[in-house]
């Protein structure tokens, strides 16, 4: 018999069958799940539906309490290191892509300027980092993200990747290296919109991305990070889809952390218009519901995000946050100064919050959080 994967429940949960339940939804049930301690995906249905929008209030403010519980008032704060920038891939939203058509130099650090950066953002406070590339196996090979991995376990705790999918053989290697996470967003779990966006390259196989998560956390690594780029396709199924593959991971992964990011697709290259813009009011829906759905599951907010937008979620559901970050290689350090290079190094997206680590900081303690710097400490479980 065919193993039991993600995709057979993916088939299961189509968007047809996601449709009719959405049709069905009435204020009882959005009340229901609202009163649920333990919700069902119909459940996080009622609470995205359309219906649910004149209970954002009463939603937020069980996804502060279900915070406050299951985290306290901490935010992690990360801060992620482009390796590389490039891509043998074609998604059409990312500055990255082959064929994005833009200019913009294109460059992949040397062990020396990886430490350069590394030494400049340890001096902020930072200890933990997520480390980025575009999808370059040949150019950019596991083992030179496995080296850059132990470089950076030198200046930082916890280290963490986001690069392109890769054989359990492979995660093994950055597990080995000192990984403590893997975040590897499907973008959508659209199969039609999926095919749309990824022209060429190895991200256009989709369900070798659907798997990757789940080969990463069959080698151990402790963090799985998962998400949708907002914006792609229609929110309301994939989040939907977002929230299953989540619960998938819980269970085939029960060893690992799973946790969430919610990034808005906002500025793309000129060649791709965001077909499905999320607003406001749409994201802190998506955010809340989610909570009350995964109330364990640390949820992420990037500098995709302005500080005001940053600020104000913080309260409903966030427990993590990067912070004085760069989309470059070489944007702490070794490419800051970009007016003094007569071709810019290629960033992978314009964020919108641009404040300092220091602000951020100020930020969060403003609202009566603590900043953490590093939440978990490996040597704990050694000396269990
Ligand atoms: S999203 Fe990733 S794989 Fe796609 S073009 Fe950008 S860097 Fe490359």
């Not at 791709?272 to 994201?283: A, G, S, T, W, Y």
Request: glycine residues 4%; hydrophobic residues 35%; aromatic residues 10%.
């Amino acid at each position: 018999m065919k193993p039991y994967s993600f995709s057979d429940i993916l088939n299961k949960w189509s968007s047809d069958l996601i449709q009719e339940i959405y049709e069905g939804i009435n204020e009882d049930k959005i009340l229901h799940a609202l009163e649920n301690d333990s919700l069902s995906i119909e459940d996080l249905i009622a609470l995205l539906s359309p219906k649910a929008v004149p209970f954002l209030e009463k939603m937020a403010q069980k996804a502060n309490q279900l915070t406050r519980w299951h985290f306290g008032r901490t935010i992690s704060l990360y801060t992620p290191i482009y390796l590389s920038n490039l891509c043998a891939s074609d998604c059409v939203y990312c500055y990255f892509a082959s064929h994005s058509g833009i200019r913009e130099k294109r460059v992949t650090l040397t062990e020396e300027q990886i430490r350069e950066e590394c030494i400049e953002l340890s001096k902020k406070g930072i200890q933990t980092v997520l480390l980025l590339t575009g999808d370059a196996p040949n150019r950019v090979p596991v083992e030179y993200i496995e080296q850059a991995v132990r470089i950076a376990k030198e200046y930082f705790k916890s280290v963490n990747v986001e690069v392109y999918s890769m054989d359990e053989a492979h995660y093994a290697q950055l597990a080995h290296a000192g990984t403590e996470g893997v975040t590897l967003y499907m973008e959508t779990y659209d199969k039609d919109t999926y095919d749309k966006v990824h022209l060429s390259g190895k991200k256009k196989d989709y369900l070798y991305r659907l798997d990757a998560l789940e080969r990463a956390g069959r080698t151990g690594i402790r963090r799985l990070t998962c998400g949708v780029l907002l914006g792609l396709s229609d929110w309301r199924f994939d989040v939907v889809w977002l929230a299953l593959h989540a619960k998938y991971l819980e269970k085939t992964c029960w060893q690992s952390v799973i946790s969430l990011s919610f990034p808005r697709l906002k500025h793309t290259p000129p060649r791709f218009k965001v077909p499905h813009l999320v607003n406001l009011e749409k994201l802190v829906q998506i955010i809340t519901a989610m909570r009350l759905f995964l109330p364990y599951s640390p949820f992420n907010l990037s500098t995709r995000e302005s500080a005001e937008v940053r600020d104000h979620l913080i309260p409903l559901g966030i427990t993590s946050m990067s912070a004085g970050s760069s989309t470059r290689p070489g944007g702490y350090k070794v490419y800051q100064d970009t007016t003094t290079s007569q071709r810019p190094v290629l960033e992978q997206f314009e964020i919108d919050d641009h404040r300092t680590v220091e602000e951020v900081v100020s930020a969060i303690k403003a609202q009566g959080y603590d900043p953490v710097w590093v939440d978990f400490e490996p040597g704990f479980i050694k000396s269990l």
